[in-house]
């Protein structure tokens, strides 16, 4: 059975502390994303990455960072948390170079910012 | 750039109608279209996909859609809700700019009432 597994379901972080959103995936895909769920708005990507060390910003980058050392893990980074990055956080992958492949998806993060 | 609109937030149907969710794309090539649905608390996971091979796509579930380029519609439908149906339920496209991203609509939640 392929598998996204995001490392928390619920965090909880004061403002100002760096987070880290850890994402694997066991199906040898090359590309991997973040994006963030909010009502009305969808889910809407921050960034992508399509190979080890390779990223790409996505639409909504600003506040984030990313980290690719390995195939399999995704990190996403939050500098300096602030309240407005309280959110469902969704991390996907799927083959690389086939545009009808679907995206796996993990279980989503949801994080309060206090 | 490619994208999709899903007209109507919330849907609520009765137990055993018709569910019909919108979705219209923007797209001057031949579209990747997808729909995905989330149940609460979970990820997405695929419900079908469009792959030229016919207009007509039959997903799981019972659910299914209708590629239509003329309108520039790919709509879900089911001929009768199920309580378990209940769920939100996104329309997706793949989007080629320098690697192939999937880009979701806003999402429409669908209420069953028994």
């Known amino acids: 059975d392929v598998k996204v597994t995001q490392s928390s379901r619920y965090l909880v972080k004061r403002t100002g502390e760096k987070v880290f959103l850890e994402c694997v995936q066991d199906m040898d895909h090359e590309n991997m994303f973040w994006y963030r769920q909010d009502p009305g708005l969808g889910l809407r990507l921050i960034y992508f990455s399509y190979d080890v060390k390779m990223k790409e910003k996505g639409d909504i980058p600003e506040g984030y960072s990313v980290s690719r050392e390995k195939k399999e893990r995704f990190s996403l980074i939050l500098e300096s948390a602030s309240t407005n990055q309280t959110s469902m956080y969704l991390c996907?992958?799927?083959?690389?170079?086939?545009?009808?492949?679907?995206?796996?998806f993990g279980q989503g993060t949801r994080l309060t910012v206090v | 750039a490619q994208s999709v609109t899903q007209l109507g937030s919330h849907v609520s149907v009765s137990e055993g109608a018709l569910v019909l969710l919108r979705c219209n794309y923007s797209?001057?090539?031949?579209?990747?279209l997808f729909w995905y649905v989330q149940y609460p608390n979970q990820g997405l996971q695929l419900l079908l996909k469009?792959?030229?091979?016919?207009?007509l796509v039959k997903g799981i579930n019972g659910f299914e859609a209708e590629f239509k380029k003329s309108e520039t519609s790919f709509h879900l439908t089911k001929p009768s809700a199920h309580m378990s149906d209940a769920a939100e339920y996104f329309c997706?496209?793949?989007?080629?700019?320098?690697?192939?991203?999937?880009?979701f609509g806003a999402g429409t939640r669908l209420f069953v009432k028994a």
């Open positions: 797209s001057s090539v031949p579209p990747y």
């Open positions: 469009y792959t030229s091979a016919a207009t």
């Open positions: 996907a992958s799927k083959l690389e170079g086939i545009p009808n492949t679907e995206a796996f």
């Open positions: 997706a496209v793949t989007r080629n700019t320098g690697g192939f991203k999937t880009i």
